[in-house]
């Protein structure tokens, strides 16, 4: 997806993990995960670029669909759609 589609989602949960280091926004994301609705879409918004990479084996490891990322002002929006 480019960046414009991705932010243009409906998204049902925003994890706001800007200013928080390795592993922070990933272990929020994982709190998170638990209030977003099935085949949701969530953004985790990182000034980690490392997070991407995060992101996206976690997205792989449980089944979630990892959809794009986005640079933004100095930080990444993130976004997934959690499994059903």
Do not use: N
């Not at 414009?4 to 800007?18: G, Q």
């Not at 272990?27 to 953004?43: F, N, Q, S, T, Y």
């Not at 976690?58 to 990444?76: I, N, Q, S, T």
């Amino acid at each position: 997806m480019t960046p414009d589609e991705l932010k243009a989602l409906e998204v049902a949960t925003l994890v706001d993990a800007r200013g928080t280091a390795c592993p922070g926004p990933l272990l929020d994301a994982k709190r998170a995960i638990g209030e977003c609705p099935a085949a949701g879409v969530m953004e985790v918004q990182s000034s980690d670029e490392g997070t991407i990479i995060d992101i996206q084996r976690w997205c792989k490891k449980m089944g979630h669909d990892y959809l794009g990322d986005a640079e933004d002002d100095g930080f990444w929006s993130i976004y997934l759609r959690k499994s059903a």
